[in-house]
T-cell receptor, first 112, second 113 residues
């Protein structure tokens, strides 16, 4: 039962262009959505989050968009930099259990 | 900046041995979690802990697993009798709850031989 899905296992983008990472969810009880960046053998690094009552949150080069009717969120990175190359996970918090469910990740490669 | 710290960074153990993984969550956080990631797979929820008791646990978190907050700062995960399939990265995380933000430690790599 995959409540949080990242359907693109990988994405390649040229340096300076926009990276768009997508995530879909099924559970209407999620109240927060988060994005993490992860390198192998390291812990996930928190990037940005959004409450379910908002539709956009921006922090520097990172913007998260939430479309509740479509149960879809996306992370935009502008401009993309080679240092952004990593695996990105979306996660969602269940408002009833406070459990965070993770997607399967998207490997982003930013080409110089 | 406050961070979640985990020890050890890597532990190698024989099958059947007990292992304790330790975590120091961020000091003003109230919710604590353990997750694990088997190589190349997704980050899986194991257990959450609030107010000195388990609030949720997954099917993975069977009788071989236990968690404890023995003092005001440490949060431990014990695996009583390790199996080969317990080999994974184990991540501790903590949350203040009201912001929804969840912060992870660097992980403890467990290798069961």
């Amino acid at each position: 039962d995959q409540q949080v899905k990242q359907n693109s296992p990988s994405l390649s983008v040229q340096e300076g262009r926009i990276s768009i990472l997508n995530c879909d969810y099924t559970n209407s009880m999620f109240d927060y959505f988060l994005w993490y960046k992860k390198y192998p053998a390291e812990g996930p690094t928190f990037l940005i989050s959004i409450s379910s009552i908002k539709d956009k949150n921006e922090d520097g080069r990172f913007t998260v968009f939430l479309n509740k009717s479509a149960k879809h969120l996306s992370l935009h990175i502008v401009p993309s930099q080679p240092g952004d190359s990593a695996v990105y996970f979306c996660a969602a918090r269940d408002s009833g259990t406070y459990k965070y469910i993770f997607g399967t990740g998207t490997r982003l490669k930013v080409l110089a | 900046e406050p961070e979640v710290t985990q020890t050890p960074s890597h532990q190698v153990t024989q099958m059947g041995q007990e292992v304790i993984l330790r975590c120091v969550p961020i000091s003003n956080h109230l919710y604590f979690y353990w997750y694990r990631q088997i190589l190349g797979q997704k980050v899986e929820f194991l257990v959450s802990f609030y107010n000195n008791e388990i609030s949720e646990k997954s099917e993975i978190f069977d009788d071989q697993f236990s968690v404890e907050r023995p003092d005001g700062s440490n949060f431990t995960l014990k695996i009583r009798s390790t199996k080969l399939e317990d080999s994974a990265m184990y991540f501790c995380a903590s949350s203040r709850f009201n912001t929804g933000e969840l912060f992870f430690g660097e992980g403890s790599r467990l290798t069961v031989l």
